[in-house]
């Protein structure tokens, strides 16, 4: 069952946009989007498909397709698009509210989190599952610090825009002042990286091979922390079962 929604990703500032610019910056937002969707939905399968531009100071029209895998899975698609632009939002305003700093205080509450600064009379509420991607996950943070790096680096760029077409509310807005505190390193992943051996781990089964040939190499694709990987099955007595 295939699903789509469509967005608005607008760079405030002028009708034309440095190509350099346009290109880094959506091939950044692409990669982040990926990785919240595997970390999130991974049983979905996503496109991102670009529309003509507009003018209007400059405006990339977002199509996000999602298909599920091997229909499989029944979920509210149109709900896991948003969910998925939204943690995106999430996590830049996670890193924007916190300027640089870990959070003092984290405060579960139910499905979400509500973190703070001292010192701070505002605090952020936000997805558990989106606020434990901000703290682990690299390649999202890498992808969010260096689209503002270079939105920073072009004078330009007035600031961002993310809405559902059509819709009156923003998804998520970043003025030009606040690039600088988006473009600095998450301090969650300014720690050392070690090595561990896990005996136990969840996968998701991304496409299963219940037909294997004999002779042949028998492999089901899974996921395993938002990354793909495939398992190769030698017990061939799994089969007849």
Do not use: C
């Amino acid at each position: 069952m295939n699903q789509q929604q469509q967005f608005e990703f607008r760079y405030k500032g002028e009708n034309f946009i440095d190509l350099n610019t346009l290109i880094t910056s959506q091939f950044h937002f692409l990669a982040a989007v990926n990785e919240l969707q595997k970390e999130l939905y991974p049983d979905v399968d996503l496109k991102l498909k670009v529309g003509a531009f507009n003018k209007g100071s400059f405006v990339v029209d977002l199509l996000l397709e999602t298909n599920w895998v091997d229909h499989l899975f029944n979920k509210d698609s149109v709900y896991v698009l948003e969910a998925i632009v939204g943690g995106f939002a999430s996590i830049v305003g996670i890193h924007k509210y916190l300027k640089g700093r870990k959070a003092d205080k984290v405060e579960e509450k139910g499905d979400n989190v509500t973190i703070s600064v001292n010192g701070d009379k505002n605090s952020v509420t936000v997805d558990k599952r989106v606020f434990n991607i901000y703290k682990d996950n690299v390649t999202i943070n890498k992808s969010v610090q260096q689209n503002f790096e270079m939105l920073q680096e072009d004078d330009e760029i007035e600031g961002v825009e993310i809405k559902v077409s059509n819709a009156s509310n923003d998804i998520l807005t970043v003025e030009r002042e606040e690039f600088q505190e988006l473009a600095k390193q998450n301090p969650y992943l300014s720690r050392t990286t070690m090595e561990e051996v896990h005996l136990s781990q969840n996968l998701f089964i991304k496409k299963p091979n219940l037909m294997p040939e004999k002779n042949k190499t028998w492999k089901w694709e899974l996921i395993h922390k938002g990354r793909d990987i495939s398992a190769k099955v030698v017990d061939w007595d799994f089969a007849l079962k």
